[in-house]
Antibody, heavy 120, light 109 residues
Framework: EVQLLESGGGLVQPGGSLRLSCAASGFTFSSYAMAWVRQAPGKTLQWVSGIFGGGTITYYADSVKGRFTISRDDSRNTVYLQMSSLRVEDTALYYC?????????????WGLGTLVTVSS | QAVVTQEPSLTVSPGGTVTLTCGSSTGAVTSGHYPYWFQQKPGQAPRTLIYDATNKNSWTPARFSGSLLGGKAALTLSGAQPEDEAEYYCVLSSSGVVVFGGGTKLTVL
């Protein structure tokens, strides 16, 4: 069974940084692209970032490009999202998701999310 | 970047059939957009029902089906159950950009 456990969320001031982690189990982690998707309170889902299997290719939504960095450690079955220069509008529940393939983009299995609140 | 459009809300009677659609501002939705459909209930994480327009996950109830219809992706629910009341989201991929729709709130009443 696929399990994804996010951590690292919390309250941070505007301009601050956070690193989210997602520990994966139940599948061959290195063979799958991973993604981060967020959902602001009462809003729709927003795809944030993705990383292909092998970690050589990463991609970002325009709204986070240059501020967020996705990475993965296949030895730890973990994907990370380093967030810097955080803005109030980055406040959201951040979901980690497994895709369906090494070079896939869409989320298929989801974690329960970790809440990021950006506020002074 | 494309805007992905969904009906804001729909209502279906128990046992009835309803079709939700997912369109793109850039033109017809095709299999090349890899349409996915997700169900989200209040306070829960999303759950993927349909991938690549028509394929079901192992946990997808048989009453849900996906298709491409009239230039849009479509999710059809046949024989609605009270537990199907939820928010439904679609997502499309276009030129490497992944865009979610605004969601459809489905009421079973």
């Amino acid at each position: 069974e696929v399990q994804l456990l996010e951590s690292g969320g919390g309250l941070v001031q505007p301009g601050g940084s956070l690193r989210l982690s997602c520990a994966a189990s139940g599948f061959t982690f290195s063979s799958y692209a991973m993604a981060w998707v967020r959902q602001a309170p009462g809003k729709t889902l927003q795809w944030v970032s993705g990383i292909f299997g092998g970690g050589t290719i990463t991609y970002y939504a325009d709204s986070v490009k240059g501020r967020f960095t996705i990475s993965r450690d296949d030895s730890r079955n973990t994907v990370y999202l380093q967030m810097s220069s955080l803005r109030v509008e980055d406040t959201a529940l951040y979901y980690c998701a497994k895709t369906r393939g090494m070079h896939a983009t869409h989320p298929d299995s989801w974690g329960l999310g970790t809440l990021v609140t950006v506020s002074s | 970047q494309a805007v992905v459009t969904q009906e804001p809300s729909l209502t279906v009677s128990p046992g009835g059939t309803v079709t939700l659609t997912c369109g793109s501002s850039t033109g017809a939705v095709t299999s090349g957009h890899y349409p996915y459909w997700f169900q989200q209930k209040p306070g829960q994480a999303p759950r993927t029902l349909i991938y690549d327009a028509t394929n079901k996950n192992s946990w997808t109830p048989a009453r849900f089906s996906g298709s491409l219809l009239g230039g849009k992706a479509a999710l059809t629910l046949s024989g609605a159950q009270p537990e199907d009341e939820a928010e439904y989201y679609c997502v499309l991929s276009s030129s490497g950009v992944v865009v979610f729709g605004g969601g459809t709130k489905l009421t079973v009443l």
